[in-house]
């Protein structure tokens, strides 16, 4: 298994850092928004409380009875308690999913550009990833008839996110429709729809793909608390599948951690019974960013990006910069380029490689205004003496 190359590009940023070097790190994708207070006071009043012990492995009861309560609020999903868990972070969720629904011979469709960790999760449950690839021109989105020819009697599973990492392009009702329709013609086929970005978006939010006729016992939801909430570091997942999948969960959750931490669980109790209105000004901010981000990205030659509806991530596609050269540096691709600019720029990127697209790069631009400004000028003094 590979090192996560998002983790791997912000370990050399900051051993780049600790030399004294000023980088600026728009590499993890991480909201650098404090998690709101009303959501930390509840974790204190947990405490005090004595929420300290072990939980069910499936989660609170309590948590569990409001994740339905957001699920038909904000998706018209009816869920009961035993079709819920939660995890250690929506990683951990995935991770529960391949290990316990893949089997050797089993193929998972992975639509590409893809979030770094599917595919080598994928491949450590034992299947095969199939990377199926939707370029820029596409607005990364794969078209019904592209699935429907990659689908063989081997495919298991598909797995998609929308809003996506790393493109923020999310699937309009119309596309999941279509895809829905495909899928439902194959026996035996599964869906995980990961759903982590659903607050980041700056359109109408389009529906679950679950809602569509036939879905729902097909689909594997997954959400979590990371990036709507800003509570990264509190590692709270979770997902809302049938029965049987849940269970089959469970058990390998039991295996590998148990139940996730019991504080934490109380306060997303309270996070998730309140409207998602509150947190509407980290997806305004957002939004701003992306509206300062897209034209500033565009007065760099030779860079190509979409206009992403969600999340907070652009995903340019650099590849007429490959063969260019300073006289001392040639990039020949985009792992070159995302070195170059960490080195020569001082600004950390991810390569698109790691999500499945080697001619592309991401940038989070969940950073401050000046801190991008100064980010995407110092690339462009960079990238102006290639050629």
């Known amino acids: 298994m590979a090192e996560s190359e998002t983790l791997m590009m912000a370990k050399k940023a900051r051993a780049l850092k600790a030399q004294g070097v000023e980088v600026i790190a728009l590499s993890l994708g991480e909201p650098d928004f404090d998690t709101p207070d009303y959501i930390k006071e509840a974790a204190k009043q947990a405490l005090d409380q004595g929420y300290t012990k072990y939980t069910p492995v499936e989660g609170l009861l309590e948590l569990r009875e409001a994740i339905c309560h957001k699920l038909l609020r904000d998706n018209q999903l009816e869920y009961n ?84 990492n790393p493109t923020g392009s999310v699937y ?9 329709e495909v899928i439902t013609h194959h026996e035996g086929l599964y869906v995980m729809a990961d759903e982590i970005y659903e607050y980041i978006n700056f359109n109408e939010t389009p529906p679950s793909i679950a809602t569509f006729a036939g879905m729902k016992e097909r689909t594997i939801t997954v959400n979590g608390m990371s990036k709507g909430f800003s509570m990264t570091g509190w590692r709270l997942g979770y997902m ?59 007065t760099i030659d030779g860079i190509r990006t979409n206009d992403p509806e969600g999340a907070f991530y652009f995903f340019p596609d650099v590849s007429s910069f490959f063969g260019k050269s300073n006289g001392k540096n040639t990039i020949k691709n985009a792992d070159d380029f995302v070195e170059i600019m960490l080195t020569e720029a001082h600004v950390a990127l991810v390569s698109g490689s790691a999500f499945g697209d080697a001619n592309c790069f991401r940038l989070s631009y969940a950073t401050s205004n000046d801190l991008l400004i100064e980010a995407i000028t110092r690339m462009k003094s960079v990238l102006d003496t290639y050629n």
């Not at 995935?94 to 629904?101: E, G, H, K, P, Q």
């Not at 029965?243 to 934490?264: E, L, M, R």
Request: neutral net charge.
């Open 240 to 298: 809302a599948a049938p029965k049987w999948i849940v269970d089959a969960c469970s058990k390998v959750q039991g295996q590998f951690t148990s139940g996730a931490n019991a504080f934490g669980q109380k306060a997303a109790v309270t996070a998730l019974m309140q409207d998602p209105s509150l947190q509407s000004y980290m997806k305004d901010k957002y939004l701003e960013r992306k509206k300062l981000v897209k034209p500033l990205l565009e």
């Open 81 to 164: 308690v035993n079709e819920i868990i939660v995890s250690n972070g929506a990683k951990q969720c995935i991770a529960n999913v391949c290990l316990s629904l893949l089997n050797p011979t089993d193929e998972v469709i992975i639509f590409t550009p893809y979030w770094v960790s599917y595919f080598h999760i994928v491949e450590f449950a034992g299947a095969k990833p199939i990377k199926l690839y939707a370029g820029i021109d596409q607005d990364f989105k794969v078209k019904p008839e592209q699935l429907e020819a990659a689908i063989t009697e081997n495919t298991k599973l598909i797995i998609y996110s929308s809003p996506s």
């Open 172 to 180: 309009s009702k119309e596309e999941l429709s279509a895809l829905a």
